[in-house]
């Protein structure tokens, strides 16, 4: 990720999950200055754009599809239209995942902010399972939100990890991407309950860590758990935390801390807003939890 945020890619289907994500997109650009490629996956022949109105014609329920999108797109242009910031309308039929790929890097995009149902949602395409593979696949910063967000402050943030060397570089981008919102981050490590035993190796990689962070409050934190995940819900309820953090390599699997269904449960179950953060390093191995 750049250390100009500039560029945010924001999937929608129009929905009520993906417009609330919207909302936090806008307030995150708006602090960043940056501007918003707001895409939509069309269900419209290949092609389309270049077709002539004669060939249109052809196809009704096309054109029907054709004329509902430019009217979505237009109706959100114009009731941001006074937030300063610039909103790109994109569409193309084809696979999510594949054209997600495709425009991070043709528009040089920094950070993806999608919404998502969860684990229980019924929406085609923005359920947790497929929030959890995008931030997975692709090598940018993806914020998944989960809920109405009033406000964006950022205030009080989670960054939990097994603190290997080679997570150091998503916490560095942690840093840059939260330096304009007077925060404090919280370095959370979860141990067994029935351990309850952290390693000075790890206490003094968490250090390590928090020295990296000399500009923003910064503090440590172990904790017991029955599983990773109840362990890091407790924590975020009792903390009153804004967002959690994640680690992940793009196109493999969470930290090792994340593997099994650990990921899959914070990502559909936490009410808050979750930042996952790509790393490119084989130090990041993939264990069985």
């Known amino acids: 990720m750049s250390s100009k945020l500039k560029n945010i890619l924001l999937p929608t289907d129009f929905s009520e999950n993906s417009m609330q994500a919207l909302d936090a997109a806008v307030r995150f650009a708006q602090k960043v200055k940056g501007q918003i490629f707001l895409y939509h996956r069309s269900n419209l022949p290949p092609n389309w754009d270049e077709a002539t109105e004669e060939q249109k014609s052809f196809n009704t329920l096309a054109r029907k599809r054709d004329k509902e999108m430019k009217a979505q797109f237009e109706s959100i242009i114009s009731n941001y239209g006074n937030t300063g910031l610039n909103i790109n309308p994109i569409h193309s039929p084809g696979d999510l995942f594949e054209n997600t790929e495709e425009l991070v890097e043709q528009y040089e995009i920094d950070l993806i902010v999608m919404g998502s149902e969860?684990?229980?949602?019924?929406?085609?395409?923005?359920?947790?399972?497929?929030?959890?593979?995008?931030?997975?696949?692709?090598?940018?910063?993806?914020?998944?939100?989960?809920?109405?967000?009033?406000?964006?402050?950022?205030k009080q943030i989670v960054f939990a990890s097994e603190f290997e060397e080679a997570a150091k570089q998503a916490f560095l981008e942690l840093i840059e991407l939260v330096r304009d919102f007077d925060t404090t981050i919280h370095l959370l490590y979860i141990c067994s309950i029935k351990e309850f035993v952290v390693s000075q190796e790890i206490l003094d990689n968490m250090h390590e860590f928090k020295d990296l962070c000399p500009d923003l409050p910064c503090n440590i934190h172990t904790r017991a758990g029955h599983s990773v995940e109840s362990g890091i819900q407790f924590f975020m309820k009792n903390t009153g935390a804004d967002l959690l953090c994640l680690v992940h390599r793009p196109?493999?699997?969470?930290?090792?801390?994340?593997?099994?269904?650990?990921?899959?449960?914070?990502?559909?179950?936490?009410?808050?807003p979750v930042l996952s953060i790509p790393v490119e390093d084989k130090e990041l191995e993939v264990k069985d939890s």
């Open 118 to 154: 969860g684990a229980t949602g019924i929406k085609e395409w923005y359920t947790g399972s497929n929030a959890e593979k995008i931030s997975e696949t692709v090598d940018v910063p993806v914020l998944i939100i989960k809920n109405k967000i009033d406000e964006f402050p950022l």
């Open 251 to 272: 196109k493999g699997s969470f930290e090792k801390l994340w593997t099994g269904s650990n990921s899959s449960k914070l990502i559909n179950h936490l009410e808050c």
